[in-house]
């Protein structure tokens, strides 16, 4: 799936995306900008990026999304579960688990404004060198009331670690 611009995607019943993989960026979505507006779940499950954001690539827009669960995604680069360059907000309880990286942010990178809300989940994620659950580049990330739980980072040396969480700055 592909959003640009002020495009919205709204879907009545769960969504899922699953299995994909794309070349650069956001094996189950890429997003310039955008609404993703679900009255179920949304779930990227087991897709691939040979580049950024394995589940989903958010890049230099605003994008919001409702309810999602990122599960079993893999990027060659960073952010297994969700590779995030713009302003990215999650809204109601987000599951963010069993992702890789390669490199840093298993289950989620950014290098722009996250936040995580209240119910959020951050689990078993892996990068194999720092980051595990989540790798913060820059930007402002705000997180409340989530469980980061079992994530894990790989690395050695004095910038590389953090299996929960890995701040660059």
Same mark, same amino acid.
């Given at each position: 799936?592909?959003?640009?611009?002020?495009?919205?995607?709204?879907?009545?019943?769960?969504?899922?995306?699953?299995?994909?993989?794309?070349?650069?960026?956001? /094996?189950?979505?890429?997003?310039?900008?955008?609404?993703?507006?679900?009255?179920?779940?949304? &779930?990227?499950?087991?897709?691939?990026?040979?580049?950024?954001?394995?589940?989903?690539? !958010?890049?230099?827009?605003?994008?919001?999304?409702?309810?999602?669960?990122?599960?079993?995604?893999?990027?060659? %680069?960073?952010?297994?579960?969700?590779?995030?360059?713009?302003?990215?907000?999650?809204?109601?309880?987000?599951?963010?688990?069993?992702?890789?990286?390669? %490199?840093?942010?298993? /289950?989620?990178?950014?290098?722009?404004?996250?936040?995580?809300?209240?119910?959020?989940?951050?689990? !078993?994620?892996?990068?194999?060198?720092? /980051?595990?659950?989540?790798?913060?580049?820059?930007?402002?990330? &705000?997180?409340?009331? &989530?469980?980061?739980?079992?994530?894990?980072?790989?690395?050695?040396? %004095? &910038?590389?670690?953090?299996?929960?969480?890995?701040? !660059?700055?």
């Amino acid at each position: 799936l592909q959003l640009a611009g002020n495009a919205t995607v709204r879907c009545w019943g769960n969504m899922l995306i699953y299995g994909d993989t794309v070349a650069a960026y956001g /094996g189950g979505v890429f997003s310039t900008g955008g609404t993703i507006d679900t009255k179920g779940t949304f &779930t990227i499950d087991s897709c691939g990026a040979k580049l950024y954001g394995g589940g989903l690539c !958010n890049f230099s827009n605003t994008l919001t999304v409702n309810a999602i669960s990122l599960t079993r995604n893999i990027a060659k %680069t960073t952010g297994g579960g969700i590779h995030n360059a713009g302003t990215l907000t999650l809204n109601g309880a987000a599951t963010i688990r069993d992702n890789y990286s390669q %490199t840093a942010g298993g /289950g989620i990178y950014t290098n722009a404004d996250l936040s995580l809300p209240s119910g959020s989940t951050l689990s !078993n994620n892996t990068a194999t060198t720092s /980051g595990g659950g989540l790798y913060v580049n820059s930007g402002t990330t &705000t997180i409340i009331g &989530t469980s980061i739980t079992g994530n894990q980072a790989n690395g050695t040396g %004095t &910038t590389k670690g953090g299996g929960g969480i890995y701040v !660059n700055g």
